[in-house]
């Protein structure tokens, strides 16, 4: 029984000892060994590897991904022209020799990303002092991220060499401190308004502009229609008197007769209409008594 027990007790022990010193590397991953606080070895590749128990031997792991690193300061930034802005940036950047990483900057992707941030804020503090806001709203913002990202690589590459990689440095956002964006808005407001006013009152003088043109144009049109009227009616008129003086040239006791009938017309044009004369004595009513020689002889004609 107690060579079952001593048995089983050994193969407990061999196993949690197996256990220790087996351990897996994941293919997101760097694993690090060390032995008595220095690295004895760097495990790149993924797959299960084997190492000596503690005290002796232990591992850690560190992020072999592609990194972002955000920024997380709203400290503003002074331009060439002495504007304080806010920029809001990120970086992309990887661990490629975790054994200068680790005796460089630290133990995890944390301890470089604060090393890194610092970095990254001070090479865009210095390229901003250098450039102006419409520069930094341009297209040489492309220039601008272009030489932070060579600072920035000048100087985890330096002396001491971080063991890192930086693939991207860019601008997500400049904008004015907050004091200067309320006083900036107001001052776009003014001047939206401004431009909004003085098309307003221009608007104003062309519809004025263009109502006395066509006001003008309407009286001289009126005015060549009543010309061109009155021209017509005249050469009407013209032509009816030639056309009345010709056929009453050729008759004038019918003239004469047709003048007076017209006469008559126009004197009793109402049934109320009503005239005081003597017949007898007036002129007017000759052709009507007959009395009047040349309607007497100008009636067999017809």
Do not use: C, H
């Not at 060579?3 to 022990?13: D, K, Q």
């Not at 022209?81 to 975790?98: F, L, M």
């Not at 904008?175 to 098309?199: C, G, W």
């Not at 019918?254 to 109402?270: D, G, I, P, Q, V």
């Amino acid at each position: 029984m107690n060579r079952i027990g001593f048995i089983a007790t050994s193969i407990l022990v061999a196993l949690a000892l197996l256990s220790s010193m087996a351990f897996v590397v994941d293919q997101r991953q760097f694993g690090v060994v060390y032995a008595l606080g220095q690295i004895k070895e760097v495990i790149t590749e993924p797959g299960l590897n084997f190492k000596l128990p503690p005290p002796f031997q232990n591992v850690s792991y560190i992020d072999k991904r592609l990194l972002t690193l955000d920024s997380s300061d709203t400290e503003p930034m002074l331009t060439a022209e002495k504007q304080r802005v806010v920029i809001d940036w990120y970086v992309r950047w990887r661990i490629t020799d975790p054994s200068e990483y680790i005796r460089n900057v630290g133990l995890d992707e944390n301890a470089g990303a604060m090393q890194l941030n610092r970095v990254v804020r001070n090479a865009f503090q210095e390229e901003i002092n250098k450039r102006t806001v419409k520069e930094l709203l341009s297209l040489k913002r492309e220039a601008l991220m272009a030489d932070v990202k060579r600072e920035v690589l000048e100087s985890v590459r330096g002396a001491k060499p971080w063991g890192v990689d930086v693939v991207d440095v860019r601008i997500t956002r400049v904008d004015y401190v907050e004091a200067i964006t309320e006083s900036v808005y107001r001052r776009m407001e003014a001047e939206r308004k401004r431009v909004a006013n003085e098309l307003r009152s221009t608007g104003a003088a062309e519809g004025e502009k263009i109502r006395a043109d066509a006001d003008r144009q309407r009286e001289i049109a009126i005015a060549n229609a009543y010309r061109d009227a009155q021209k017509v009616k005249g050469e009407g008129d013209a032509e009816a008197a030639r056309t009345y003086a010709e056929a009453f040239g050729r008759d004038p006791q019918f003239a004469k007769f047709y003048r007076s009938l017209e006469a008559y017309k126009a004197s009793f044009n109402k049934k109320g209409d009503v005239m005081v004369l003597d017949p007898a004595s007036s002129d007017f009513f000759k052709s009507l008594r007959g009395t009047d020689p040349g309607t007497a002889q100008s009636a067999p004609r017809r």
